[in-house]
């Protein structure tokens, strides 16, 4: 059979019919139909609080924290009605600002913030694009209960009323994206964000991916809670547009947007197999994001066995985090070690381990035009020019009777296999 990419520059692959497993992909029935009217029923019916236009008053300095163009939110779509909420309820232009939850990605271009946000937002609000080394643009917030200091953007913490805009879809530390996650790590200082990461490290094996409550999340609320988020609304995807909008208050709506995606993001495979190939669509900007795509594909592949991962990754590793190649994913009593040392931050080793630990269970080959050859295997991953060639070579490992899955558009995926 021959499979295509949802990349144009990618060339299809020949996979042999007696290889295929299965073909999987999101299922079309997670869409919930008309996008904008999905949007406009989750702000008349907010959960766990009453309607935004209710919750405002005029005067009051409203800050609306927003994805980044790291993610795929349909932020085009959400903050518009947002802003009319605001405008109904009397609140002046002048009085709302739009902030960008970069977190530490690297600050947008003014196309960029056009794109995700709309032209006529762009044009008639401020928007606060900030620089996550700036330290002095932050202030504390109060103690987390696990003793470090909450820091987050002083335009979040003045403010008079927080809104988040976001999207939840499964995650591999935080449990699901969305939510307070806006907050903190989207407008939280450096410090902050690397203490949030690394309470990974708290959690048990199979207690992260895919389950909302666990201590990452427990850090994740209480820093937006303290920062003043009073109101959210995510979107979860479907196969083709909006699947669900949930907005209200940010922990309930937030616990309904997780259990909406919990459904709409599982795929069922009938088993594991040798060879998995996938992509990490959308989260493909660089692969600091596209790990995502890997981490999916853990759950359709055999101890042992070989996942493909294409992504262009045109901004390549990070251009934020130079570690992913300076260091790579090395064993995880490296990571602790150069940590207590002072040589990376937390943030970077959460990557760090939690990557490892997918090497540990499968090889994994990149197939990328954004990161070369070298960096590849300075990262501990495998290398091939081409999608094609990477079958080739996963098919040489493990001989003509493997067995393969293939995931489309992997990176929101929740595989879970009958054996």
Not at 221 to 246: C, M, Q, Y
Not at 320 to 333: A, D, M, N, R, S
Not at 393 to 417: E, F, T, V, Y
């Amino acid at each position: 059979m021959q499979y295509s990419f949802p990349y144009d520059s990618f060339a299809p692959i020949e996979v042999p019919d007696a290889m295929v497993d299965g073909v999987y992909e999101l299922s079309p029935a997670a869409n919930g139909g008309d996008d904008q009217a999905l949007i406009r029923d989750a702000l008349a019916r907010p959960i766990g609080c009453r309607p935004l236009r209710e919750l405002v008053r005029p005067g009051q300095r409203v800050a609306i924290a927003v994805d980044d163009s790291s993610r795929s939110t349909r932020t085009d779509l959400m903050l518009p009605a947002v802003l009319a909420e605001l405008a109904a309820a009397g609140v002046a232009d002048a009085e709302i600002a739009v902030f960008v939850a970069l977190g530490t990605h690297r600050r947008m271009t003014e196309a960029e913030m056009a794109e995700k946000y709309t032209p006529a937002v762009v044009a008639r609000y401020r928007i606060v694009n900030p620089d996550w080394r700036d330290a002095g643009a932050y202030r504390s917030v109060g103690k987390s209960k696990y003793g470090f200091d909450i820091r987050i953007h002083r335009e979040i913490v003045e403010a008079d009323f927080v809104i988040g805009v976001g999207q939840t879809v499964p995650h591999m530390i935080a449990g699901f994206g969305g939510g307070c996650k806006i907050i903190n790590p989207g407008c939280s200082d450096g410090d902050t964000i690397g203490h949030m990461h690394w309470m990974c490290s708290r959690v048990p094996a199979g207690q992260l991916f895919a389950v909302r409550d666990n201590a990452v999340r427990e850090v994740i609320d209480e820093a937006a809670l303290k920062a003043g988020l009073k109101f959210i609304i995510n979107e979860v995807p479907g196969a083709h547009g909006l699947g669900g909008v949930f907005a209200g208050d940010p922990v309930a709506a937030h616990r309904a947007a997780c259990e909406y995606a919990r459904e709409s993001c599982l795929v069922k495979l009938r088993q594991r197999t040798e060879i998995v190939v996938a992509d990490a669509y959308t989260a493909d900007l660089d692969f600091w994001q596209a790990l995502k795509g890997l981490n999916a594909a853990a759950g359709a592949v055999k101890p042992g066995g070989t996942v493909i991962l294409v992504s262009p990754c045109p901004e390549g590793t990070s251009s934020q985090h130079e570690e992913l190649t300076t260091i790579g994913y090395v064993e995880v009593e490296t990571v602790q070690r150069l940590l207590a040392e002072g040589r990376i931050d937390e943030a970077v080793a959460a990557n760090l381990v939690l990557g490892r630990g997918l090497l540990e269970h499968a090889h994994a080959i990149l197939v990328t035009h954004g990161i070369s050859r070298e960096q590849t295997l300075a990262m501990r991953l495998e290398w091939a020019p081409t999608p094609q060639a990477a079958l080739d070579q996963a098919i040489a490992r493990h001989g003509p009777g493997a067995r393969i899955n293939i995931l489309h558009k992997a990176a929101k995926m929740i595989c879970s296999a009958e054996s």
